[in-house]
């Protein structure tokens, strides 16, 4: 292995960043306004290349801002985290078994808050 490879990123952790930098930031940025706010050495070509592949999976939508774009989320964390599980939903053949054995291993707390919502608690308990 390279040195180069060594110094790799986990997967998924730059797009993390990226993301928690257009959460904070009030209005939408320019790739080279994410790199900026990350404050990481890293390349606006490896910025700009992230948010496209944000873009493509509808996590971060763009506008036209002078010759290129600015990115905005389309959501907060909670709901990227449902956006996640929406896709995993819909790429199981059954989705009443997926929904059955997501709800078979849930903890009693998370089953409990779950049945809460479905019941129209709009502030489950933890």
Do not use: C, N
Request: glycine share 8%; charged share 30%.
């Amino acid at each position: 292995m390279t040195e180069q490879q060594g110094d790799r990123r986990p997967s998924g952790e730059l797009e993390a960043s990226i993301l928690a930098a257009l959460w904070a930031a009030a209005r939408p940025l320019t790739p080279g306004q994410v790199r900026d706010a990350l404050d990481a050495g890293l390349a606006r070509t490896t910025v700009t290349t992230i948010l496209t592949r944000l873009l493509e999976k509808g996590v971060v939508h763009r506008a036209r801002q002078g010759r290129g774009y600015a990115y905005a989320p389309v959501t907060d964390d909670s709901g990227l985290h449902a956006l996640r599980m929406h896709a995993e939903l819909d790429r199981g053949e059954d989705r009443g078994s997926v929904l059955a054995r997501f709800i078979s291993d849930l903890k009693p707390e998370d089953e409990a808050m779950l049945r809460a919502l479905l019941e129209g608690d709009e502030e489950p308990k933890p």
